[in-house]
């Protein structure tokens, strides 16, 4: 079972930035597309954006778009998600978890897709002045 852990969250200003990482417990993790979700008090999971095992299709949510950059170092068994500009909005538990099938050539935000079983406690990212 693939176990994931996430840090790099904190709190923030508004129009600051964060890098989380979403570090895999063995390098198999390469064989999976990665997504990060958030999830604020009092409302639904919301899906973010995702990356493919390769590294080399990643796709966003609308809110996601222009401000968030989803990476992936393969040496490291690391999925980085880079946001910036900041919102209050952003506020939630960010976490990541990884797809139920291996080597997807595309990846989308639907949660159903996604194995929750080896997933860390998430990062909180706080936003506020």
């Known amino acids: 079972q693939l176990h994931l852990a996430e840090s790099g969250g904190g709190l923030v200003q508004p129009g600051g930035s964060l890098r989380l990482s979403c570090v895999a417990s063995?390098?198999?993790?390469?064989?999976?597309?990665i997504g990060w979700f958030r999830q604020a008090p009092g409302k639904e999971r919301e899906g973010v954006s995702c990356?493919?095992?390769?590294?080399?299709?990643?796709n966003y949510a609308a809110s996601a778009k222009g401000r968030f950059t989803i990476s992936r170092d393969a040496a490291k068994n690391t999925v980085y998600l880079e946001i910036n500009n900041l919102r209050p909005e952003d506020t939630a538990l960010y976490y990541c978890?990884?797809?139920?099938?291996?080597?997807?050539?595309?990846?989308?935000?639907?949660?159903?897709?996604?194995?929750?079983?080896?997933r860390g406690q998430g990062t909180q990212v706080t936003v506020s002045s």
């Open positions: 990356i493919n095992y390769s590294g080399r299709y990643t």
């Open positions: 978890a990884h797809r139920v099938r291996r080597y997807e050539v595309e990846c989308d935000l639907d949660s159903m897709r996604y194995d929750y079983y080896g």
């Open positions: 063995e390098s198999t993790s390469d064989a999976y597309g």
